[in-house]
């Protein structure tokens, strides 16, 4: 096995309101190795940007980190302080949001705002002053390049608001890849594509990871997104993962009852009708279930779910459930 | 386990046309008023009578603006709009009620669409008062039953929207439309804000009742693997213009325009017997033109793999191939 880059360890996390504090994290372990591409899927409010989140931590001010470990290449990221999580930031590992329109700064330039990433990063570091300007927009020009960006020369001029939606999202995965980086997390970054060019971001994307040796953390809601992308999968429901296993188990043998429900709602090609869905919704994160919290929605609860919390247990090599069934 | 249900594939009885857009044109002024937006230019579709008729596209395909205009929200340009032989091109406002009453629209947020400030019980009784199908004493009897309907207990009378989730709204959404007992149901991606999970529930929900009244739908949305297991036949909408019309087996079997099959091969799919129903890779490329701007000739020439030189001057015509399918390219003309 490759060597671990990336260890979450029992994450909770909860957010402040006028309230109270809504429990939404509850003990998310997850892993990437080097060189590995890790799909996390989930539906809306499950907690999956809440975790990427706190890996780059940059949590809202709402947030409160109640305890877990993040470990990035060995070294803690919740406790390295200001000067060290910018140093995991600037070289470590980069982000693509969800949203290329809220991401890029509407009164800069492209070039402007991809040449800030290089000049603060260990790149840029590393640069003569004299000279540094120019090197610094060959770089990007370059970037924008391997994004398949038409007239490169004319994009770093121009401001987002003059760039299609799909054009914003290459900007943001050029920024993103422009210096090497150990790992990208990438937060829906198609959600808000059309579909022909869903397929051509995604697949920059994956060429782009694979040709750098990086590693890739995909969050999506969609399961053909994350199989299409990835080579493990984890599935989170209500602020726990409840399956981990590599792509063609996920697809070829769910085994948590959640993971099926959601398999059996996609609309498939081959025209066999849609299933039933999963009855009720999302549990509210005030008062979440004691026990295991799919319990309320799930049609193979056992007596022992109502007040236990599940462990994710090995049921096949690298297959991991959190479901009592499977014991 | 619970049913599927499934759209009866053949339509029972004489097919009978209650439905019918003729060249229908639609263009919004730029803000410097020197130049159209043509969000819709040209389309010509038909629906017949208990039909599901998908019209797939993506964004700035036009397929909002149709489903608007055929609301009577927006006069069209020109054109016309035909609804079981009467001429309804015209805003909202000059038509009879009858046809607002045969005329039903759901719309893709439900968040937004109902009165956060009324209760369900108001905003269901709101469509019979108005269309004067009830009276004050009956009027809940039979609001419970629409949200029967919906398989909603009658628990959600005294609710607010704000305190239902977003497949619920949803699900209130569609009884509304179905209190004055459509003829045809226009659905503006009714399922795009809500998680799979969800939109199963909404899906099987619709399909049941397009088979128990026998109502039309025009279902818009772009998303095509919903299409396979809903509707009758498929539209495929590019910037404007229909370039595809098919039943859905044949046209999933063997898509014929370059762009659908460059859309069909771009959805990701969650099993390789479905990877296998996927045409032969074709590598989506470009970026879809700027409305303002139509690309003269077809308007797919800029992004397509097999363009030929007459693509770049010559618009194609809508051509008919089999008994029911009709696409436009030219490599289908001769």
């Known amino acids: 096995m490759a060597e671990v880059l990336l260890n979450i360890d029992d994450l909770h996390i909860g957010y402040r309101v006028y309230k109270g504090t809504l429990k939404v994290l509850d003990g998310i372990r997850l892993v990437v190795h080097t060189g590995e591409k890790v799909g996390v899927v989930g539906e809306t409010g499950c907690g999956k940007t809440t975790t990427m989140r706190a890996v780059m931590g940059i949590l809202p001010r709402q947030a409160i980190i109640k305890g877990g470990r993040i470990t990035f290449k060995g070294k803690d990221v919740m406790v390295c302080g200001p000067q060290g999580i910018r140093t995991v930031r600037t070289d470590g590992m980069s982000m693509i949001f969800q949203d290329p329109t809220a991401a890029l700064n509407p009164v800069f330039t492209v070039g402007e705002q991809l040449a800030d990433v290089i000049k603060y990063s260990h790149v840029g570091r590393g640069l003569e002053r004299r000279g540094a300007q120019q090197a610094i927009t060959a770089m990007s020009i370059e970037a924008l390049k391997q994004t398949a960006l038409p007239d490169p020369q004319r994009i770093i001029t121009n401001y987002p608001f003059q760039l299609s939606g799909g054009m914003r999202q290459r900007v943001c995965i050029s920024m993103a890849l422009v210096t090497a980086r150990d790992l990208l997390i990438a937060d829906e970054p198609t959600t808000n594509l059309d579909v022909t060019i869903q397929d051509q971001v995604l697949r920059l994307i994956k060429q782009l990871v694979e040709e750098k040796g990086m590693s890739l953390i995909l969050v999506t809601h969609s399961l053909g997104v994350a199989r299409m992308m990835s080579d493990r999968i984890y599935v989170m429901y209500a602020g726990n993962i409840v399956e981990a296993a590599p792509t063609e188990k996920v697809f070829g043998n769910p085994l948590h009852p959640y993971t099926q429900g959601l398999l059996r709602s996609v609309p498939k090609l081959t025209g066999e009708g849609i299933g039933f869905g999963i009855p009720g919704r999302i549990p509210d994160y005030f008062n979440p279930p004691a026990g295991c919290r799919f319990y309320p929605r799930c049609d193979f609860r056992l007596p022992e779910c109502e007040n236990e919390k599940p462990e994710l247990y090995e049921t096949d090599e690298g297959h991991y459930v959190a479901c009592f069934i499977h014991r | ?334």
């Open chain 2, 1 to 334: 386990m619970p049913r599927l249900y499934r759209v009866q594939l053949e339509v029972k009885g004489l097919p009978e046309d209650i439905f019918v857009i003729e060249q229908l044109k639609k263009y919004f002024a730029t803000d410097d008023k020197t130049k159209y937006v043509k969000a819709v230019d040209g389309v010509d579709l038909v629906l017949r009578k208990a039909e599901v008729l998908g019209v797939v596209g993506e964004s700035g395909s036009g397929k909002s603006t149709i489903a608007y205009t055929v609301m009577g929200m927006y006069e069209p340009t020109s054109g016309r709009i035909l609804f079981k032989g009467r001429d309804i091109s015209s805003r909202a406002t000059k038509r009879p009620m009858e046809v607002k009453k045969e005329l039903q629209i759901v719309f893709q947020d439900p968040s937004t669409s109902l009165n956060p400030q009324r209760t369900i019980a108001q905003i269901l009784g709101l469509p019979l008062r108005v269309h004067k199908l009830a009276d004050s004493k009956g009027i809940t009897d039979k609001v419970v039953e629409l949200l029967n309907m919906v398989e909603l207990s009658e628990d959600y009378l005294y609710k607010y929207p704000r305190a239902l989730g977003g497949g619920e709204r949803q699900l209130i959404a569609i009884a509304r439309a179905l209190a004055t007992r459509p003829d045809l149901m226009i659905l503006d991606e009714p399922t795009s804000a809500l998680d799979v999970s969800v939109q199963a529930k909404i899906i099987n929900t619709l399909i049941r009742l397009q088979s128990e009244l026998g109502m039309s739908y025009l279902f818009i949305t772009h998303d095509l693997s919903l299409m396979r297991n809903l509707a009758h036949r498929v539209a495929i909408m590019y910037l404007g213009k229909v370039v595809e019309v098919a039943p859905t087996q044949e046209f999933f079997e063997a898509p014929l325009h370059p762009y659908t099959q460059m859309l069909l091969s771009s959805i990701p799919v969650v099993s390789e017997v479905e990877d296998a129903l996927k045409p032969e890779k074709v590598i989506a490329r470009g970026e879809i033109p700027s409305p303002v701007d139509v690309p003269s000739g077809c308007r797919f020439h800029t992004r397509c793999t097999l363009v030929m030189d007459v693509c770049c001057q010559e618009e194609p015509d809508m051509v008919r191939i089999g008994s029911d399918r009709f696409v436009s390219c030219h490599l289908h003309t001769k």
